[in-house]
C-alpha cells in the first residue's frame, strides 16, 4: 500500500490513463510497453486475475490459488486486500519490484509531473534502494496479522545458532577440565531435558517477539569467569522490555547441547 501510495503520487494523466480505474494498473501496463521485466509482470498478474475470476464462477470457489512458478499447491487464497494490490505484490514476489521502480525513476519525466516523489533526485533513488531488501526474501510463506509475532521454531533457531557456531574448539581433556562440561547421550535425564530446555528459551528470546526487542547480539564473546580459568566463547545479547533492559550472555556449549555441573 506504501509503495502504491509513492507510485501514484502526482502520476501524470495520461500516464495514469483516462478511463482506467486502477491507476497501478495503468501505470505497469504502460511501463510493460518498454521494459520487458515489467511486460512480464504484467503477464503473471493477467493469469493470476483470469484464475481468480474462473474461481468465482466455479460452485467450489475455495480452491487455493497456485503462485506463477511455485511447485508446491499449497499456497494460500488471494484475500481480497491481496487482489487490490495484486501488482506490487507480484512484482514484490518475482523479486523485481526494485528494478521496475527504477527504471520508472531513471525514466520519470514520461509518467510524472516534475513534484512528484519519484522524480525527485534524491528520493526516487533512494525508494528504488529500499525495495532491494524486500526484492531479495522469498515468499514462500506470506506471514498474516494473526501470525505477526510468529518465529521458527526453537529446533529450527538452534540449529541455526550450531551453523553460525564455532566448531573448531571442541571440548577436550586438555582444554576444559576446569569446566566439568560433559556430553550426556541417555535421553531419558532430567538434567539434560532441563537444560535443553533452557536453552530453548534463550535461543527463542533472541528473536523479536511480543515481550522483549533485541537490541543487540553477538556471537562469540570471551568471558572469564575465575583467573585461573580459560576464556570461555558465547552469545551476548541486550534485550528491552517494557520495564528494564536485560542483558544475557549464554556459554556455547549450553547452545550447542552439552552443559556442565561446575559450579
Known amino acids: 500500500g506504501v509503495v502504491e501510495a509513492c507510485l501514484l503520487h502526482m502520476l501524470k494523466r495520461r500516464a495514469a490513463g483516462f478511463l482506467r480505474t486502477d491507476k497501478v494498473a495503468a ?9 520487458a521485466v515489467a511486460g512480464d509482470v504484467c503477464k503473471k498478474v493477467q493469469e493470476l486475475l483470469q484464475q481468480v475470476e474462473s474461481r468465482k464462477n466455479q460452485p467450489n470457489g475455495q480452491e487455493p490459488l497456485k503462485r506463477q512458478g511455485s511447485a508446491t499447491s499449497k499456497t494460500p487464497v488471494l484475500t481480497p486486500q491481496a487482489i487490490k494490490h495484486i501488482w506490487v505484490r507480484t512484482a514484490l514476489i518475482e523479486k523485481v519490484l526494485d528494478k521496475i521502480v527504477q527504471y520508472i525513476v531513471d525514466n520519470s519525466s514520461k509518467y510524472y509531473e516534475k513534484e512528484a516523489l ?7 533513488p533512494i525508494l528504488a534502494s529500499l525495495l532491494v531488501g524486500p526484492c531479495a526474501l522469498e515468499y514462500t510463506k506470506l506471514k498474516t496479522a ?5 518465529d521458527p521454531s526453537a529446533d529450527e533457531l538452534v540449529q541455526r545458532h550450531r551453523i553460525h557456531g564455532v566448531h573448531g574448539r571442541q571440548d577436550s581433556p586438555s582444554k576444559r577440565p576446569a569446566l566439568g562440561i560433559q556430553k550426556r547421550h541417555s535421553s531419558g535425564s532430567t538434567s539434560e531435558d532441563r537444560f535443553a530446555a533452557s536453552a530453548r528459551e534463550y535461543v527463542e528470546s533472541l528473536h523479536q517477539n511480543s515481550r522483549t526487542h533485541l537490541l543487540y547480539g553477538k556471537n562469540n564473546v570471551l568471558v572469564q569467569p575465575k583467573d585461573d580459568l580459560e576464556a570461555i566463547p558465547g552469545y551476548l545479547s541486550l534485550h528491552q522490555s517494557a520495564d528494564n533492559l536485560t542483558l544475557k550472555w549464554t556459554p556455547n556449549q549450553l547452545m550447542n547441547g552439552t552443559f ?3 559450579e
Open 27 to 35: 501505470l505497469f501496463t504502460k511501463v510493460g510497453k518498454t521494459y
Open 118 to 124: 519519484l522524480a525527485d533526485p534524491v528520493c526516487g
Open 146 to 150: 494473526d501470525h505477526y509475532w510468529t
Open 260 to 262: 556442565g555441573d561446575s
